[in-house]
């Protein structure tokens, strides 16, 4: 197993997590922090790749540095506003729908 850790992000349950990839670089449920078996998980890349909410967020993470609430609110704003997509396959589960009241 490789020694790199990664973070995650999944997209059904809206938490940021971390994990460690097997060999082949691949993240899997079995090396995540919580288990997110069949869920829409985005494995975050390099910071450079991300707008600034986003990549300032990943240097802290990486650097072992507090996140405030303000700025997770902002990280979580930009995911959402720039559409993250899924990078393990899955797709997003659809909303589901309002019951009447």
Known sequence: MSARQVIAFCLDCWELHYGIPDSNGVYQRDSGSSNHWDHAVHVFGAPDDY???????????????????????????????TALQPTNGREVAPPKPKEAA
């Open 51 to 81: 707008p600034p909410p986003i990549r300032g967020v990943l240097v802290s993470l990486q650097a072992g540095l507090p996140i405030s609430d303000g700025r997770a609110d902002l990280f979580s704003l930009a995911i959402a506003v």
